[in-house]
């Protein structure tokens, strides 16, 4: 007997897998001149002589997988860790520059060499320097009187909170080198920002739409009485990456029988039953776009 399958979806990403739809074509990478534009427009709300730092995520301990701060990777495409992002604005003018920490030779062993600096520099119309030289440089704006704002980097579902990422312990260590420093939030801003998406984002956002469908798809079909939570949630995420997707795009939520009356049931061990009732809230994520299905 078939286990009955409930997707937690939207009405179009349901139909897409009632219909079976496959995926389409990979759709091109977010242009330089995007991000660029993107940059234009954060500082544009801010106004002239305004100057953001926005940290990207650092670098795992131990071996979890890297995944940049969203807000970062939107701002500049770079996906390294111990990274930062300074924009400034002079005129109507945009300045941007990434600081970058050298990669070590053990961590280009176990994470692969860095971008080249050159091509890296091409591919996002930044400036670059290393991580080391930022104090100095955020100090020069604040002493030639530029308004300085910054941003959380923190994820989503990480919560709120800013007090321990490196962005709240360089706020920290500004104030205290620096006299009563007037540190504005841009969050708003780019929140604003984002919830507008570009013809290239939708197409983004389709993909990973397309992915998690088809995935669900090939998934229910594949389920049986006796299979476990976390076999569903492997068959949902093989699916999710033998498509080419970056990695789900939250925690794949797999539950049965009675688990399913607990929101965001964690423990996946349990053994769906003939009959069951299984739940799945799940998502691909897209170069950073995720689909919620």
């Not at 992915?211 to 998934?219: D, I, K, P, Q």
């Not at 476990?228 to 033998?242: D, L």
């Not at 029988?257 to 739940?279: F, K, M, S, Y």
């Amino acid at each position: 007997m078939r286990l009955l399958a409930v997707l937690t979806a939207s009405v179009l990403s349901l139909r897409a897998v009632l219909a079976g739809a496959q995926p389409a074509a990979h759709p091109a990478p977010i242009a330089a001149s995007e991000y660029a534009a993107r940059r234009d427009s954060l500082l544009a709300r801010l106004g002239d002589g305004a100057a953001v730092v926005a940290f990207g995520e650092r670098a795992p301990i131990g071996f979890p997988a890297f995944y940049q701060v969203p807000t970062f990777r939107y701002l500049t495409g770079f996906l390294e860790p111990n990274a930062a992002l300074l924009l400034t604005r002079h005129r109507g003018a945009t300045v941007a520059v990434l600081f970058r920490e050298p990669r070590s030779a053990r961590d280009a062993i176990t994470d692969g060499p860095a971008e080249d600096s050159a091509a890296l520099a091409a591919r996002t119309g930044l400036a670059l320097r290393p991580l080391a030289a930022l104090p100095a440089a955020v100090d020069s704006l604040l002493a030639a009187g530029a308004a300085l704002h910054t941003l959380r980097d923190v994820r989503p579902y990480g919560g709120t909170i800013d007090s321990l990422t490196r962005g709240a312990a360089f706020a920290a260590a500004l104030r205290r080198r620096t006299p009563s420093p007037t540190l504005r939030s841009a969050d708003a801003h780019l929140d604003s920002l984002r919830a507008r998406k570009s013809a290239a984002e939708i197409a983004m956002l389709r993909r990973a739409a397309e992915v998690t469908s088809a995935a669900l798809r090939e998934t229910i079909a594949r389920i049986r009485p006796g299979m476990r939570e976390y076999e569903i949630q492997a068959s949902i995420e093989h699916g999710f990456r033998s498509r080419g997707a970056d990695r789900p795009g939250f925690a794949t939520n797999v539950s049965a029988g009675a688990n399913t009356t607990i929101v965001h049931h964690r423990a996946n061990d349990d053994v769906a039953e003939a009959g069951a009732l299984v739940l799945m809230d799940v998502g691909a994520a897209w170069q950073g776009y995720t689909a919620d299905v």
